[in-house]
Nanobody, 126 residues
Framework: QVQLVESGGGLVQAGGSLRLSCVAS????????MAWFRQAPGKEREFVAT????????FYADSVKGRFAISRVNNDNAVYLQMNSLKPEDTAVYSC???????????????????WGQGTQVTVSS
């Protein structure tokens, strides 16, 4: 049974940092590109970042480039999102996801992912 469980969200002031974690189970984790998405109230879910099988290739949305860093530790079945210089507009529920196809490296559409975690809330105060 495929499961993705996020943690690490919380309340932080603008300019602060948080690190999100996603622990996967039920599949061969190292064979899949993984991603982070986010969804703010009243808005559609948007792409944040992807990372390839062993972390050689990463891809970021323009809105977070230079501030966020995605990483993974395959032995732990875990993918992380380090978020620095947080802004109020980063406030959202952050979810991790698995690609439908293992070789997708820079998939930005949510339709290209087949499993999702429940999400963790990130709130950035001004």
């Amino acid at each position: 049974q495929v499961q993705l469980v996020e943690s690490g969200g919380g309340l932080v002031q603008a300019g602060g940092s948080l690190r999100l974690s996603c622990v996967a189970s039920g599949f061969t984790f190292s064979r899949y590109t993984m991603a982070w998405f986010r969804q703010a109230p009243g808005k559609e879910r948007e792409f944040v970042a992807t990372i390839s099988w062993t972390g050689e290739i990463t891809f970021y949305a323009d809105s977070v480039k230079g501030r966020f860093a995605i990483s993974r530790v395959n032995n732990d079945n875990a993918v992380y999102l380090q978020m620095n210089s947080l802004k109020p507009e980063d406030t959202a529920v952050y979810s991790c996801a698995r690609t439908r196809t293992p070789t997708l490296w820079r998939a930005k559409s949510s339709n290209e992912y087949d499993y999702w975690g429940q999400g963790t809330q990130v709130t950035v105060s001004s």
